[in-house]
T-cell receptor, first 112, second 112 residues
Framework: GAVVSQHPSRVICKSGTSVKIECRSL??????MFWYRQFPKQSLMLMATSNEGSKATYEQGVEKDKFLINHASLTLSTLTVTSAHPEDSSFYICSAYGYGYTFGSGTRLTVV | GESVGLHLPTLSVQEGDNSIINCAYSNSASDYFIWYKQESGKGPQFIIDIRSNMDKRQGQRVTVLLNKTVKHLSLQIAATQPGDSAVYFCAEEETSGSRLTFGEGTQLTVNP
């Protein structure tokens, strides 16, 4: 079946630094990839939608200069949290659309 | 629109009982609906889906019911097991591959 690999699973970074999260579709080509953020005991909130080779579309209220998304190929999208602050600490989840929606295992980001 | 909640509704059942988890969706134009299971620290896992031209679909131990008139979706789990303990989310899609909007989620706890 369709598999999406997301790395790292956990990351701790210092305030002010940047963190990159990778999302790869392993056995299919994803026409679209999605990035979600999830706070404890809350639902998944869509941050942005990206298509290969084009600029990402960000949801209202999501800072595009802070959450940089690169979708360089049909199998890889990256989310870079720039100048991270403690309030960016969250669970980030990617989803790739190819044969339906397939989700990654998530990345727990802690900014200290 | 996005679903935001400050806490998750909970459902506690005894092992072997049937569970019913409900979801109200917001977009009358939504055409496709999915139920996901999310265990702590993991990404959402597909359970079952249904299109808007159906009102019921069955899987192994799970059944999804769709009532478009009142924009209501339910997930029935038969003979609930401790391994079913997780958070369950409904998600809706308006256009194929466009985006998924998640409901608030329900924390299911199965007591042995």
């Amino acid at each position: 079946g369709a598999v999406v690999s997301q790395h790292p699973s956990r990351v701790i970074c210092k305030s002010g630094t940047s963190v990159k999260i990778e999302c790869r579709s392993l056995d299919f080509q994803a026409t679209t990839m999605f990035w979600y953020r999830q706070f404890p005991k809350q639902s998944l909130m869509l941050m942005a939608t990206s298509n290969e080779g084009s600029k990402a579309t960000y949801e209202q209220g999501v800072e595009k200069d802070k959450f940089l998304i690169n979708h360089a190929s049909l199998t890889l999208s990256t989310l870079t949290v720039t100048s991270a602050h403690p309030e960016d600490s969250s669970f980030y989840i990617c989803s790739a659309y190819g044969y339906g929606y397939t989700f990654g295992s998530g990345t727990r980001l802690t900014v200290v | 629109g996005e679903s935001v909640g400050l806490h998750l509704p909970t459902l506690s059942v005894q092992e072997g009982d049937n569970s019913i988890i409900n979801c109200a969706y917001s977009n009358s134009a939504s055409d496709y609906f999915i139920w996901y299971k999310q265990e702590s620290g993991k990404g959402p896992q597909f359970i079952i889906d249904i299109r808007s031209n159906m009102d019921k679909r069955q899987g192994q131990r799970v059944t999804v019911l769709l009532n478009k008139t009142v924009k209501h979706l339910s997930l029935q789990i038969a003979a609930t097991q401790p391994g079913d303990s997780a958070v369950y989310f409904c998600a809706e899609e308006e256009t194929s591959g466009s985006r998924l909007t998640f409901g608030e989620g329900t924390q299911l706890t199965v007591n042995p």
